[in-house]
């Protein structure tokens, strides 16, 4: 199965910081106001000029078309998130986006799940605020961190009426471990469900492994990237073609692909 939930066509926009928010330790949420990103699909990103330095790639956190704003949430980590960071409320930022394929709507005859992993967990709520007024049942998530303090957004999700199921590394909040677990049990009891994930790399390995035989599991990467439209393959990942292995572009043949797609090293 191949997504082909495209988004329009990606525009070179300047978009206004309107709120700034730190939701943990390291992590920062920027409120933008820019009614063309604001119309993006869960799932996809944009790309952000970052004083200088090449663009940086951030999902969505939260996009609200009538406000017209659109929201970006991410853990710094370097000089990009650093500059980024350092925004404060009324600045004017260069971007580029809305960019790749988005989620596709889960079918409201099945039950979903968002799976998702630290700074993977962000798009997940863009696509659980979208959604969830249009499907019969609020989602199971479950949400994994490496401790109870870098857990991002679990409030929100509950707002939406999610099952909330948490997972940490040390124990210090949730069940010990990873969202594997919580998920493979879900499965078990959910044939038919529709699962969407977002982490890190050896977080949707685990998550393609623990849903083999599973028709409807898709997973977003947050590969690094360089041009972020398709042009320096710096962002290419393996998967299965019809004649054997071959390079796809996260920017943009994903960042949402289907799990039966991608070949895990
Ligand atoms: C489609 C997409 C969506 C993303 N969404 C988010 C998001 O919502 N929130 C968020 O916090 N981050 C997100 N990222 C990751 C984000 O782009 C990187 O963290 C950021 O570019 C790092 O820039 P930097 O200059 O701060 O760090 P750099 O100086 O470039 O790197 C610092 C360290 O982080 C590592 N690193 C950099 N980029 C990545 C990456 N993509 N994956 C793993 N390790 C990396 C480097 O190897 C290095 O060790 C996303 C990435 C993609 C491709
Ligand atoms: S980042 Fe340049 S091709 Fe994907």
């Given at each position: 199965m191949v997504n082909k939930e495209v988004g329009g066509l990606a525009e070179m926009v300047r978009g206004r910081v309107v709120k700034r928010h730190?939701?943990?330790?390291?992590?920062?949420?920027?409120?933008?106001?820019?009614?063309?990103l604001a119309k993006a699909i869960p799932g996809q990103f944009v790309h952000v000029a970052t004083g200088g330095m090449l663009r940086r790639p951030i999902s969505f956190s939260r996009l609200d078309h009538s406000a017209g704003t659109a929201a970006i949430l991410f853990q710094i980590v370097g000089d990009g998130t650093r500059w980024l960071a350092s925004v404060q409320e009324g600045v004017e930022l260069d971007l580029m986006g809305p960019l790749g394929r988005g989620f596709a709507m889960p079918d409201p005859?099945?039950?979903?799940?968002?799976?998702?992993?630290?700074?993977?967990?962000?798009?997940?709520?863009?696509?659980?605020?979208?959604?969830?007024?249009?499907?019969?049942?609020?989602?199971?998530?479950?949400?994994?961190a490496r401790e109870s303090a870098l857990l991002l957004l679990e409030e929100e999700f509950r707002a939406l009426g999610a099952a909330v199921e948490v997972t940490t590394d040390d124990g210090s909040q949730g069940q010990r471990?990873?969202?594997?677990?919580?998920?493979?049990?879900?499965?078990?009891?959910?044939?038919?469900?529709?699962?969407?994930?977002?982490?890190?790399?050896?977080?949707?390995?685990?998550?393609?492994?623990?849903?083999?035989?599973?028709?409807?599991?898709?997973?977003?990467?947050?590969?690094?990237?360089?041009?972020?439209?398709?042009?320096?393959?710096?962002?290419?990942?393996?998967?299965?073609?019809?004649?054997?292995?071959?390079?796809?572009?996260?920017?943009?043949?994903?960042?949402?692909?289907?799990?039966?797609?991608?070949?895990?090293?």
């Open positions: 730190e939701p943990a330790p390291g992590h920062v949420e920027l409120w933008i106001h820019s009614p063309v005859r099945h039950p979903w799940c968002l799976v998702g992993g630290g700074v993977g967990i962000p798009p997940l709520l863009a696509a659980a605020t979208a959604w969830t007024p249009f499907l019969n049942e609020p989602p199971t998530v479950v949400l994994g471990g990873t969202v594997v677990g919580p998920l493979a049990h879900w499965l078990a009891k959910h044939p038919t469900g529709q699962v969407y994930a977002c982490g890190p790399t050896p977080m949707l390995g685990a998550v393609a492994r623990a849903s083999q035989g599973q028709s409807n599991v898709w997973l977003a990467l947050e590969q690094r990237m360089g041009c972020g439209v398709g042009a320096c393959l710096a962002c290419v990942v393996l998967a299965n073609g019809q004649n054997g292995p071959v390079y796809r572009r996260v920017c943009t043949d994903g960042p949402v692909f289907a799990a039966e797609e991608l070949i895990f090293e």
